[in-house]
């Protein structure tokens, strides 16, 4: 049975940091990209941040570059977000994905707040 499993989300102030984490369980962890996504209310869903099956590819969205980080690691099936200088906009539930040519599994997401 595939799990992705999301935690550390929870409310922060502007300018604070995070790190969520997603373990995974029941597929072949590091031969799947990952991806964190977010979906703020009344807002589509946004790709964050994606890295790939060896760890050394990954891309993010303009709106995180140079604030977040993604990583994984392969030998604990868990994927990463550091998010650091978090602004209220970041506001969300995240998500992560794997995802493998035509193969998608989803996680149930983490809340992130982010206000005084």
């Known amino acids: 049975q595939v799990q992705l499993v999301e935690s550390g989300g929870g409310l922060v102030q502007p300018g604070g940091s995070l790190r969520l984490s997603c373990g995974a369980s029941?597929?072949?962890?590091?031969?799947?990209?990952m991806r964190w996504y977010r979906q703020a209310p009344g807002k589509e869903r946004e790709l964050v941040a994606t890295?790939?099956?060896?760890?050394?590819?990954?891309n993010y969205a303009d709106s995180v570059k140079g604030r977040f980080t993604i990583s994984r690691d392969n030998a604990k099936n868990t994927l990463y977000l550091q998010m650091n200088s978090l602004k209220p906009e970041a506001t969300a539930i995240y998500y992560c994905t794997a995802f493998r040519l035509s193969t998608n599994y989803w996680g149930q997401g983490t809340q992130v707040t982010v206000s005084s």
């Open positions: 029941g597929f072949t962890f590091d031969s799947y990209a």
């Open positions: 890295i790939y099956s060896n760890g050394r590819i990954t």
